[in-house]
Antibody, heavy 119, light 111 residues
Framework: QVQLVQSGAEVKKPGASVKVSCRAS????????IHWVRQAPGHGLEWMGW????????EYSQKFQGRVTFTRDTSASTAYMELSSLISEDTAVYYC????????????WGQGTLVTVSS | DIVMTQSPLSLPVTPGEPASISCRSN???????????LDWYLQKPGKSPHLLIY???NRASGVPDRFSGSGSGSDFTLEISRVEAEDVGVYYC????????FGQGTKLEIK
């Protein structure tokens, strides 16, 4: 069965960077894009961008451009999201989600990774 | 960015009764291929979101047929024919035409 398993919770100081991993199993990793979505405490979902797992092409939300980097390791079937210059407002649960073929929705989601930014 | 607006933001429903959530975009989500690039997601309390409807009206695998999506262009609706207790949570629409954006969410609760 398809699974996306994310790395554990992180606590970071303002100005630091965080890197979250998302390990995929149960399907051919290169076939589907991986999207990243975050959710601040008590708030709604916010789309951050996506990475083409086959060729590594990325698209980022304007809001995060220049501060976020998506990468992937196809040999490990793992995608990564790195967010730099952290501020307290970056405290959120970060989700990875698998894109569908031909815009068929984000059909599978990871369990989420809580990133807390605090001095 | 395309702005997505949902209503209502809070929806108390009696079990067995129908429910309807509206989602509007500030530009058309209809592409020349005839598809509307609009998804619906449900986030149950304490859980990750999951996909209910994609491309406006296609039910995702395993989603009960009491859920249906309709609409075209910039005006969409998610309907639940008979609400069950397990349907509580926050419902989000998301446009997939351009860089994705979500609606604010609609919290469905049982009366």
């Amino acid at each position: 069965q398809v699974q996306l398993v994310q790395s554990g919770a992180e606590v970071k100081k303002p100005g630091a960077s965080v890197k979250v991993s998302c390990r995929a199993s149960g399907y051919t990793f290169k076939t589907y894009a991986i999207h990243w979505v975050r959710q601040a405490p008590g708030h709604g979902l916010e789309w951050m961008g996506w990475i083409n797992a086959e060729n590594g092409k990325t698209e980022y939300s304007q809001k995060f451009q220049g501060r976020v980097t998506f990468t992937r390791d196809t040999s490990a079937s793992t995608a990564y999201m790195e967010l730099s210059s952290l501020i307290s407002e970056d405290t959120a649960v970060y989700y990875c989600a698998r894109g569908g073929i031909a815009a068929a929705g984000l059909g599978y989601w990871g369990q989420g990774t809580l990133v807390t930014v605090s001095s | 960015d395309i702005v997505m607006t949902q209503s209502p933001l809070s929806l108390p429903v009696t079990p067995g009764e129908p429910a309807s959530i509206s989602c509007r975009s500030n530009q058309s989500l209809l592409r020349s291929n005839g598809y509307n690039y609009l998804d619906w997601y449900l986030q149950k309390p304490g859980k990750s979101p999951h996909l209910l409807i994609y491309l406006g009206s296609n039910r995702a695998s395993g989603v009960p047929d009491r859920f249906s999506g309709s609409g075209s262009g910039s005006d969409f609706t998610l309907e639940i024919s008979r609400v069950e207790a397990e349907d509580v949570g926050v419902y989000y629409c998301m446009q997939a035409l351009q860089t994705r954006t979500f609606g604010q969410g609609t919290k469905l609760e049982i009366k």
